[in-house]
């Protein structure tokens, strides 16, 4: 089993930046393909990034690439989301999510096999 704990959500305005942490526990964190998703109201999960066991690679959905980074500290067995330039499109319930394998970069939801509870941002205009 793995638990997954996300920090780092709030408000912020426009153009602002937050930056989402996940620590993980119950399993060795570098075993792990780590993502990071997210759910607006009445719409579906979405992928927003991912990184790779050893964090050297990373993926990222269309509508976040340039602005988010994802990284990773194995030492301190966590992930994070840093969000630069926020819009409003972006608010949503920020999940972390695990998938343990050690090949390539998570881009199916369902093949995660553990989430974390979520972590709310909401950007205002």
């Known amino acids: 089993q793995v638990q997954l704990v996300e920090s780092g959500g709030g408000l912020v305005q426009a153009g602002g930046s937050l930056r989402l942490s996940c620590a993980a526990s119950?399993?060795?964190?570098?075993?792990?393909?780590m993502g990071w998703f997210r759910q607006a109201p009445g719409k579906e999960r979405e992928l927003v990034a991912t990184i790779n066991w050893s964090g050297d690679s990373t993926y990222y959905g269309d509508s976040v690439t340039g602005r988010f980074t994802i990284s990773r500290d194995n030492a301190k067995n966590t992930v994070y989301l840093q969000m630069n330039r926020l819009q409003p499109e972006d608010t949503a319930v920020y999940y972390c999510?695990?998938?343990?394998?050690?090949?390539?970069?998570?881009?199916?939801?369902?093949?995660?096999?553990?989430w974390g509870q979520g972590t709310q941002v909401t950007v205002s205009s």
């Open positions: 119950g399993r060795t964190f570098s075993s792990l393909l």
């Open positions: 999510a695990a998938y343990a394998t050690k090949y390539g970069l998570g881009i199916e939801r369902d093949d995660y096999d553990y």
